[in-house]
């Protein structure tokens, strides 16, 4: 059965002056032209018998939509994990609307999709117990997107001209940590690793422990990390002996920032 963001190689069975027919894994499936490559581009339209790399965008349509935009296929891909996650871990009955546009105005940068989608679903909230998830315009700095952006900059750049050891992968030019969770406790923080050159969707989740100068890589979206963390998955030496610390049913309970800061 399909399902929303699964990817697909399809093959062209039809072109319409609507879009594309073609077969995915023994389902059909089409692709109006605006989700097509070629519809502001230079590639050629597709023709009978080609093959086609596309993504499943709304799985509930008869026949099902895809998407070929090498852009969405990347934002499907990173919002994978949101779903399973929702599912071990269910949000509240009614989201939020954030103010996403200003927040990434602030940092200078557009935020992931599966983190848009995150903090829309949750709220800000506390994960497996311990673990933050940082939101635009929490009345609480310390949860705050934003302000940690800011705070974190200064204490870096103070500890890097102190000579603390950087990461190696701060020694590419122009990159940059945005912090996104914190551990409460411990006080680790998980950062993205910013590239310019690089989409949202495709940045590296850093973790640098509370107290010492280590850090961790972990090449995944943000949504992906707290899957693996709530499922007991995780390969992150800091969440490997979660079970010892966190209640078994505050692993998949959810608690809003709403609730813990009274608003």
């Given at each position: ?28 499936g ?60 269910p ?20 935020l ?131 079970n ?18 009274k608003?």
């Open positions: 059965m399909l399902a929303d963001h699964q990817e697909y190689d399809v093959v062209v069975t039809a072109v319409t002056r609507a879009g594309i027919a073609f077969h995915a894994d023994g389902h059909g089409f692709i109006d032209w605006i989700r097509h490559p070629s519809w502001r581009s230079n590639t050629p339209r597709a023709a009978v018998g080609d093959r086609t790399h596309a993504v499943v965008l709304d799985a509930t349509r008869t026949p099902p939509r895809f998407n070929a935009l090498p852009s969405d296929i990347r934002t499907a891909r990173s919002l994978h994990h949101t779903k399973p996650l929702t599912r071990l871990c949000p509240p009955s009614h989201g939020r609307t954030v103010d996403r546009a200003t927040a990434e105005e602030s940092l200078g940068t557009a992931p999709a599966d983190y848009k989608r995150l903090v829309e679903q949750y709220d800000g909230r506390l994960f497996v117990g311990i673990h933050w998830l940082l939101e635009p315009g929490c009345p609480d700095a310390l949860y705050d997107l934003v302000a940690q952006t800011a705070e974190h900059e200064e204490i870096l750049t103070k500890l890097w001209e102190a000579s603390e050891d950087k990461p190696s992968e701060l020694h590419e030019n122009d990159v940059r940590l945005v912090p996104w969770g914190y551990v409460e406790g411990a006080g680790h923080f998980l950062y993205w690793l910013v590239r310019p050159d690089a989409e949202p969707e495709e940045w590296t989740v850093l973790l640098n422990e509370g107290r010492d100068p280590f850090w961790e890589a972990h090449p995944m979206s943000c949504s992906q990390f707290l899957l693996e963390v709530v499922a007991g998955t995780t390969t992150s030496f800091y969440f490997t002996g979660i010892d610390i966190v209640d078994p049913e505050d692993r998949t309970r959810f608690i809003p920032n709403s609730q813990i800061l608003r």
